[in-house]
């Protein structure tokens, strides 16, 4: 076959449907190794020190360790290297052990979970919460429960695909609309036969940095009675006043029925959240599949977001200095003729058109020690391929300024924006 990876892209193999079931690995081993060879191929790289402004990370083509300037992980306020949280994790571990070690209603849910579920609760004002392993299975849990055959998923097009995922294990309709356009979910509403319809929208767009026009939005499902759903899974600890997000941002806190989080991103563990009231979050809790036959997040990493929340209780600098880092670096990327779409936070994409022009920049990136997403299908659209840049508290301002000159040097490279 000899396949050369030129020639395919990564959305081809996702569909690529053979006479056998496996007929695709020989397909795709073969672009995977000429993606190698060619010097596109910059993925899983294993790191070898913590998600900071720089990183170590292995490199296959030296065969050895290079440092890189960081701007690929989500520890947005740096919380996951904070001295008492790791002491607090330690402490934890060193009292119950590495995991959870069962499924929550069994024997996995913990003092510490439940303290956590009580203090997420608190902090978003709702009644009640629920902390699944993972934001990915929070999303998955909580739409497949509340969705039946029939119900309708009205998602936003740019909506994360564990949204599109929980819909889709509800066995409900999925209706799009057009990203960000209260116009557009108004048709779409408007045409449904049925009232049981979940509206679900991002507060930052986890792929544009956008932030969701929530007033409008929320006017329109309330005019056809729609229920809504937000995930703040950026959002939550950066956005509004008290850190609770987009929706606290916009002051429509009470006009959201569910609001999902996660513990990956700002908290920089690992774990996900749904609050709503308290006889929902009871019905997720006994009917949710992900929560329910999963095992249930380890207790030393609840006893850490538990420390987080009391770091960011009491001092927010983290949080002002990311949005500082975030404003800076926006303001930088435009100076210098990039185009980052609408970015109002700290997800700032740097666009790069088709997939090709995005592997040849992404190895010159990688060649000059800069870690960034590197963004194609199914992630987002094959011809909006873009860089993604996670700024974060941490990150100097000499430190965004070689960011941005490496970005110009790459871009200059690999001409045609299209
Ligand atoms: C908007 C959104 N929701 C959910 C998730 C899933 O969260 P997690 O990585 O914690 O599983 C992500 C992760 O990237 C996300 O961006």
């Given at each position: 076959m000899n396949k050369k990876s030129k020639d395919h892209t990564h959305q081809e193999f996702i569909e690529f449907q053979g006479d056998d079931l496996f007929d695709v690995k020989n397909f795709f081993w073969e672009f995977l190794q000429d993606g190698i060879r060619q010097k596109h191929y910059i993925f899983l790289n294993?790191?070898?020190?913590?998600?900071v402004s720089?990183?170590?990370?292995?490199?296959?083509?030296?065969?050895?360790?290079?440092?890189?300037?960081?701007?690929?992980?989500?520890?947005?306020?740096?919380?996951?290297?904070?001295?008492?949280?790791?002491r607090e994790v330690q402490d934890t571990l060193a009292k119950y052990g590495t995991g959870a070690a069962s499924a929550p209603l069994f024997s996995g849910y913990y003092d510490v979970t439940k303290r956590l579920e009580e203090r997420i609760a608190a902090f978003k004002n709702k009644e009640a919460a629920l902390v699944f392993p993972t934001g990915y299975s929070a999303n998955v849990g909580v739409l497949s429960c509340i969705?039946?055959?029939?119900?309708?998923?009205?998602?936003d097009i740019l909506a994360h695909a564990s949204l599109y995922d929980g819909a889709r294990l509800a066995g409900a309709d999925i209706k799009v609309f057009s990203h960000n356009s209260p116009g557009h979910l108004e048709r779409v509403l408007r045409s449904l036969k049925t009232k049981r319809a979940l509206v679900c929208v991002e507060g930052v767009y986890s792929m544009d940095g956008d932030l969701a026009k929530l007033p409008e939005i929320i006017a329109v499902c309330k005019k056809y009675g729609a229920k809504?759903?937000?995930?703040?899974?950026?959002?939550?600890?950066?956005?509004?006043?008290h850190g609770r997000g987009v929706a606290e941002h916009f002051g429509v806190e009470n006009d959201i029925d569910i609001s999902i989080g996660t513990f990956s991103k700002s908290f920089g563990a690992i774990g996900g959240f749904a609050v709503a009231d308290q006889k929902l979050i009871s019905y997720m809790r006994f009917s949710a599949r992900s929560y329910i036959f999963s095992c249930a997040m380890a207790p030393h990493t609840a006893a850490g977001i538990l420390k987080i929340l009391d770091i960011?209780?009491?001092?927010?600098?983290?949080?002002?200095?990311?949005?500082?880092n975030a404003r800076y670096m926006r303001k930088a990327l435009t100076k210098a003729g990039f185009d980052i779409g609408d970015t109002q936070s700290q997800v700032v994409p740097v666009f790069v058109g088709k997939e090709m022009r995005l592997r040849e920049i992404g190895r010159r990136i990688y060649e000059k020690g800069l870690y960034a997403g590197i963004v194609t299908y199914p992630a987002v659209s094959a011809k909006r391929t873009r860089l993604r840049l996670s700024v974060s508290a941490y990150h100097t301002k000499e430190q965004m300024d070689a960011c941005v000159n490496i970005l110009k040097e790459a871009f200059a490279d690999v001409p045609g924006g299209e």
């Open positions: 294993p790191l070898t020190t913590a998600p720089q990183v170590d990370a292995y490199d296959r083509y030296t065969d050895g360790i290079k440092r890189y300037l960081n701007f690929s992980s989500y520890n947005y306020l740096g919380y996951s290297v904070y001295p008492e949280v790791i969705l039946k055959p029939g119900d309708v998923a009205v998602l809504i759903l937000i995930d703040e899974a950026h959002s939550t600890l950066i956005f509004g006043e960011y209780t009491k001092d927010k600098s983290q949080r002002d200095k990311l949005l500082d």
